[in-house]
């Protein structure tokens, strides 16, 4: 296995048809940069084309997070609106990808974090993992419709209201019970060698022909209504996400009105 550090805090790893990607901020629970974004961004580009990689694995480093979240520093200079749009597009790209894309999870997978394993076609995690959006009690922001959809896919309408309106986090049983995850385990290593051994022996006419066929229809049943921008232009240039900004910074509950 070869090593590639795209960035301290992107370390990608690449053997026999499979490329894995470790979120290494451990000490901020992997949440994600826009450094990482970027990152993740470039390597989706490569390999798009690329027919040697059958299989794509993203995971977190700590043992205690997938990705919780994005770090919120990123946004206070940034246009949130058109940041969020470049981050939609990345997960797109990764959605589209025609490898089989895993999302090994062992911890926390929240906001960002849970947006990027939702885009993933198969999810594997620990038993003390868990999974939500819980962003009306932290920051006062909201989702891009079609990561909504895709949320509501891969967990069920009834679980996403639970995660985003009750700001409940799911844990992996229950995720588990409702299809979102493929197994929960102790020894997530184990499993993800079984799972992608598995795939290497697959027919990639098959995978990718799968694949295209469900992004297809995702791409119909998910796609966002024309006014979504204007709707997040509002809730990002509003005093909720103003003040869930200023706390979270400042290390306090948000006063929201």
Not at 10 to 17: E, H, K
Not at 99 to 107: E, P
Request: with cysteine.
């Amino acid at each position: 296995m070869t090593e590639q550090r795209v960035s301290d805090e992107l370390l990608v790893r690449r053997s026999d048809g499979v490329v894995e990607v470790t979120f290494n901020r451990p000490e901020r629970r992997n949440a994600f940069t826009r450094a990482m974004y970027a990152g993740l961004r470039e390597l989706c580009d490569e390999l798009r084309t690329d027919a040697g990689v059958r299989v794509l694995v993203l995971r977190g480093a700590g043992g205690k997070a997938f990705a919780a979240g994005n770090e919120i520093s990123d946004f206070v200079d940034a246009d949130a609106v058109a940041y969020e749009g470049w981050i939609r597009e990345l997960l797109e790209a990764l959605f589209a990808l025609p490898q089989v894309t895993v999302a090994a999870v062992d911890g926390v997978c929240v906001g960002g974090g849970l947006a990027v394993a939702s885009h993933c076609d198969l999810r594997v995690a620990t038993p003390g993992s868990r999974f939500g959006y819980p962003i009306a009690r932290t920051l006062g922001n909201a989702l891009s419709a079609s990561i909504v959809y895709r949320t509501a896919a891969v967990f069920g309408e009834s679980l996403t209201r639970e995660m985003l309106l009750a700001s409940r986090l799911v844990d992996a049983d229950r995720a588990y019970a409702v299809g979102a995850l493929l197994g929960v385990v102790e020894d997530l290593d184990g499993e993800l060698a079984g799972l992608v051994d598995g795939i290497r022996a697959a027919s990639g006419v098959t995978l990718r022909t799968t694949k295209a066929q469900l992004h297809a229809r995702a791409q119909v049943a998910e796609a966002s209504p024309r006014d979504d921008e204007a709707v997040l232009r509002d809730v990002y240039t509003g005093p909720d996400f103003a003040e869930g900004v200023r706390a979270f910074l400042a290390k306090e509950r948000p006063a929201f009105r």
